[in-house]
Structure formats: C-alpha cells, structure tokens
C-alpha cells in the first residue's frame, strides 16, 4: 500500500490480510465501544447500584479469567481464522440479542448481566486468537507495529464512540447502540473471509495438563516474564477496574449524566490513542519491562489523584493521562511476550498476558464495587492506586534500568 510505505508508525498496513483486518475491525470497535457505553448506563439507570456496575464487569470480562488459558490452548491447536470466524459470529449473536431486549421493552438487570457473562465466554477464545492472530497476517517482525495499531484502533473507537454512545442514548435510548454494534461485526467475517493466511497455528499432540505445564515452566524460567506477569496482575486487579465505576464519578461526584460517562471515557481513550501510537514506532524490545513499570507508578500516582478530584475539567485530563499509562503499560508487555516467546508457546503465553490484562480487572471490580458500597468509591480507589504504587517500586528495584538479556531472541 503504497500511501504508508516507508512509514515506520504504519508499516503493518503494508500487509494486505492486515490491511483487510484494520478497516473491519475500525468499525467493529465503534460498534462495541457504543455497546459498552450504552450496556453500563442502562444499568445504572435501571439499578443505581455501584456493586451491579462492578458485577456487570465481573460477568462480562469475568469468563476470561475462568477459560482465557484454554483460549490460549486453543489457539495454538486450531487455525486462528477460523476460530475468529465462529468467536465473531457469536458476538453479532449476542449484540443481535441484547438490541431485540432493549427495542421490545424486555430488557431487565438479569438479562444484561447474563449476556454480559456470554460475551465474556466468547472473548475468553476471541482475544488470544486475536492477539496471535495479527502475527500470522504480519509475521514476527512486525508483531510490534501490529500489536501497537490494534491498540491505536481499539482506543480510537475509544475516543469517537462513547460520546456519540451518549448522544444517541439521550436521544433515542440504549437500542440503537446495541443494533449498531450487532451490524459492525459483519464487516469483521466479511474481511475474515477475503484473507488468505495459510496453515495452521502450531498444533500440539500433548494433553492439556502437558501443554500448561510447558507454558508455565517457560514462565518461570524467565525471570523477567515472570515478574512483568506479576506485576500486570497487580495492576489489572487493584488498578484497571477503574473504569467500571465512571458511571458513578460522572453522576455523583461531577455531576453530569450520560454525556459526562462519555467525555471520561473518551478522555482515556484519547490518551491511550496517544500511548499507542508512541508504542507504534517503538523498535527496541528489550527495554520495555522498564516501560511496563514506570507506566504503572505513573498509573497509580495519577488514579489516586483522579479519586480525589471534584473538578470536570482536572477528572477529564486525569483520564487523559490514565489512558496514556494503561497504553504504554500493556503494549509493552503484549509486544515483550510475544516477541520472546517461542512460536508453539506464543497463543499459551499471550493468553497469560489475556486473562491478567483483561480478566482481573472485573474481578478487582467485584471486590471494589463490594468496598465500595461501605467506605466510598474515590477512598476505595485510592487505597488501591497506593497499593499498586508500591508494588511498582519494588517491581523496578528488582528490574533494574539496564537493559534485559532475552534468551528467546
């Protein structure tokens, strides 16, 4: 593609398969974000709860926790496309479903929970299969500049459809948000369908318990893998669950409605844009576990500060710069864990990266929404914010500045 050729920010997109997958996958991300704004403010205004707001992050991304290994597994045994042809077949399902609820008047607290709790199933096999998948339509040696452009995708889609979610909310109820999202994803099978990726992902022979135990022993044998894995953890658990509870900072603390949901979050999304692209132009590997700690010290100072902010415009640019932490923190260690691990390894450890990155956050939101309701939000967040503080410093005592050594390379 002639238009980005030379362009380091861009070099993926020379890629036809990858090409096919960004633009799809652009209008697939609107669609979900749209979605997700939509699905948490109709909860918060059917329940005004802050535990279900934690619960509904809980059941959507909660699954992940429970079978994202086994979506690593998968992924290495199976062709990635056409599990991502079944994976995004079901979420048009389930998008399909939740906008007849909402249309018809049916839609309850229950329904949304459950739902939730089947997207989250879906996205246990679809994002390690995802994840991996953009090495196959690249190669190794582009895997970086990929893996930051999804980023840069997913936190555009950030930016642009949460507000426009709000709007249309306002306007015309949650409804039309959900359709929107259902009819994104056939832009996704239909790209799917034009690619030509051959071969299968690296298949194995071994049995289950095999194929865990030989991810978890290259883990452990890899003391800088094993202590960025650690730290993600801690970060995903007490940080990341954050954004379930904005709902809350927008109506009760700023004083806005579904248009203050919207500006937050895409205030975050903005400042991940930036992070991605940043990480997009980034060649060096192995400086990033020094990349992923700052980030999260970063993180923690700047949450704690947004947990006691009162201020719309101060909250907006905290998000701002939370978005830019979280971008830099999780591309750094995407991209380290792909690049390091070997190929018939990469789907089990991509989907450790997976189920910490994604999976304890709601489960961090459980725990979270729970305090919450007995010693307030903004004091549960920052308890949390210095707590991931501290595990931050010590995680880069331990790291060191000096550039790691990687077997794997």
């Known amino acids: 593609m002639g238009f980005f050729s030379g362009s380091e920010t861009f070099k993926s997109l020379e890629h036809r398969n990858f090409r096919l997958y960004f633009f799809a996958q652009m209008l697939s991300l609107m669609g979900s974000w749209m979605q997700m704004t939509a699905q948490s403010w109709l909860l918060w205004r059917l329940t005004g709860s802050e535990l279900l707001l934690g619960f509904l992050g809980f059941a959507q991304m909660g699954p992940v926790l429970l079978f994202g290994i086994f979506g690593g597994l998968v992924a290495d045994r199976l062709p990635r496309k056409k599990l991502l042809l079944f994976t995004q077949s079901m979420a048009l399902i389930q998008a399909a479903t939740l906008a007849f609820l909402a249309f018809t008047g049916l839609i309850t607290p229950v329904y949304i929970l459950v739902l939730a709790a089947l997207l989250g199933t879906i996205n246990a096999f679809d994002m390690t299969a995802r994840q991996t998948f953009l090495g196959d339509m690249v190669g190794m040696s582009d895997v970086g500049n990929a893996i930051a452009l999804n980023s840069f995708l997913f936190n555009m889609a950030r930016v642009v459809a949460p507000p426009v979610a709000g709007i249309i909310v306002s306007l015309y109820g949650e409804g039309p948000c959900f359709a929107m999202n259902a009819a994104s994803f056939l832009f996704v099978l239909l790209a799917l369908v034009l690619m030509d990726v051959g071969g299968r992902s690296g298949g194995s022979g071994s ?16 003391p800088t893998t094993f202590r960025l894995i650690l730290l993600l953890c801690v970060t995903s658990l007490a940080l990341l669950p954050y954004a379930y509870f904005l709902p809350y900072f927008a109506d009760k603390v700023l004083g806005g409605k579904a248009e203050m949901l919207g500006t937050l979050l895409a205030s975050a999304g903005l400042g991940a844009l930036v992070g991605a692209l940043l990480m997009a132009r980034k060649r060096e590997v192995s400086g990033l576990p020094w990349v992923m700690g700052v980030s999260s010290l970063l993180l923690s100072a700047d949450l704690a500060l947004f947990s006691l902010s009162r201020s719309q415009v101060l909250s907006s640019i905290l998000l701002f710069c939370a978005g830019l932490c979280t971008m830099l923190a999780a591309s750094s260690a995407n991209i380290f864990l792909q690049t390091t691990a070997p190929e018939r390894l990469r789907g089990r450890i991509i989907s450790f990266y997976v189920t910490t990155f994604v999976g304890f956050p709601p489960l961090g939101g459980f725990f979270i929404g729970n305090l919450a309701e007995r010693f307030g939000t903004g ?31």
Not at 207 to 222: G, Q, Y
Request: net charge positive; aromatic share 6%.
């Open 207 to 222: 049995t289950i318990i095999a194929s865990l135990r030989e991810a978890v022993s290259f883990v452990r044998r890899e």
């Open 379 to 409: 004091k549960v967040l920052l308890w949390c914010a210095l707590a991931t503080a501290a595990a931050s410093l010590l995680y880069l005592a331990v790291t060191g500045r000096k550039k790691v050594q990687l077997s794997g390379l």
